[in-house]
């Protein structure tokens, strides 16, 4: 059974950077891409980027200049990072796995609230 | 990116009620749409994908259809398990995109 558990920082100030790890239990780490995904409180879902085993990555154009997806394949792991956060970066973030490059998601981590605040 | 508008945004149904939820792309996007329920507090749980093909434990109740840029999630006989948020997703292209929502609250 495939699951992925997430942590990080809960609590950022303006300007801080994000950090979160997402670490994959069960099935491949191969095949697949690995996904960041965020929702603000009461809103919808913003893909942010995705990166497989092999490092290559996609992101969304609108955060891309602050975000940063890596991959460490000896802990089944990946991390985001976003740089220079605001208050519009509040919401809960979530990691998951896409079927392939640019995919739907049939696993997703627990999901962790990032506020920032002054 | 492609625009995901999903109708309406609020839905009020009984149970045993037959739901019908749309979701609407800016450009045509083929069959490369998922569904997903997410219940206050979880992460979305998905549904189906390629528009149409049912997750493996979903129940059969649950039913997706369209292609090109108009789409329907079909709940055939809502339970109140189904009282949840659900939501469209294209992965046609780069942005990935979601639609907005659509809330199904009882009635």
């Known amino acids: 059974q495939v699951q992925l558990q997430q942590w990080g920082a809960g609590l950022l100030k303006p300007s801080e950077t994000l950090s979160l790890t997402c670490a994959v239990y069960?099935?491949?780490?191969?095949?697949?891409?690995w996904s960041w995904i965020r929702q603000p409180p009461g809103k919808g879902l913003e893909w942010i980027g995705e990166?497989?085993?092999?490092?290559?990555?996609n992101y969304n154009p609108s955060l891309k200049s602050r975000v940063t997806i890596s991959v460490d394949t000896s802990k089944n792991q990946f991390t985001l990072k976003l740089r220079s956060v605001t208050a519009a970066d509040t919401a809960v973030y979530y990691c998951?796995?896409?079927?392939?490059?640019?995919?739907?998601?049939?696993?997703w981590g627990q999901g962790t609230l990032v506020t920032v605040s002054s | 990116d492609i625009q995901m508008t999903q109708s309406p945004s609020t839905l009020s149904a009984s149970v045993g009620d037959r739901v019908t939820i749309t979701c609407r792309a800016s450009?045509?996007?083929?069959?490369?749409l998922a569904w997903y329920q997410q219940k206050p507090g979880k992460a979305p749980k998905l549904l189906i994908q390629?528009?149409?093909s049912l997750e493996s434990g979903v129940p059969s109740r649950f039913s997706g259809s369209g292609s090109g840029t108009e789409f329907t999630l079909t709940i055939s006989s809502l339970q109140p398990d189904d009282f949840a948020t659900y939501y469209c997703?294209?992965?046609?292209?780069?942005?990935?995109?979601f639609g907005g929502g659509t809330k199904v609250e009882i009635k």
């Open positions: 997703q294209q992965y046609y292209s780069y942005s990935l995109t």
């Open positions: 998951g796995r896409g079927y392939g490059s640019g995919s739907y998601y049939n696993y």
């Open positions: 990166i497989n085993r092999g490092g290559d990555t």
């Open positions: 069960g099935g491949s780490f191969s095949g697949y891409y």
């Open positions: 390629k528009a149409s």
């Open positions: 450009q045509s996007i083929s069959s490369w």
